[in-house]
Nanobody
Framework: EVHFAVSGGGSVQTGGSLALTCLASGFTFEDSGMRWYRQAPGTECELVSSIDNGGRTYYPDSVKGRFTISQDNAKNTVYLQMNSLKPDDTAVYYC??????????????WGQGTQVTVST
């Protein structure tokens, strides 16, 4: 059964940093790309970063230059380093494998997300 255990959220002030960790299980991690998503109240689930099985990364403009995704295949773990955080980054953050449908990424179906709150 696919599962993602996400940790590392918290509350910081504008300009602060947080590092999220996602421990994946139930599939062959090194063969799969991984993605980080977030969802703020009243908004749609948003892709904030991805990494494919070749190490290529993607970031939307909203987080480019501030967020960094990385992974450790030996630990079945993907990370999201978030710097220069802004109040607009406040959301529940989830991770999921790339082969899973994005529409369900923020549903909690494969594991709980972690709350990130950025205050002014």
């Amino acid at each position: 059964e696919v599962h993602f255990a996400v940790s590392g959220g918290g509350s910081v002030q504008t300009g602060g940093s947080l590092a999220l960790t996602c421990l994946a299980s139930g599939f062959t991690f090194e063969d799969s790309g991984m993605r980080w998503y977030r969802q703020a109240p009243g908004t749609e689930c948003e892709l904030v970063s991805s990494i494919d099985n070749g190490g290529r990364t993607y970031y939307p403009d909203s987080v480019k230059g501030r967020f960094t995704i990385s992974q450790d295949n030996a630990k079945n773990t993907v990370y999201l380093q978030m710097n220069s955080l802004k109040p607009d980054d406040t959301a529940v953050y989830y991770c999921a494998a790339g082969f899973l449908p994005s529409i369900s990424a923020c549903s909690g179906l494969w594991g709980q997300g972690t709350q990130v709150t950025v205050s002014t």
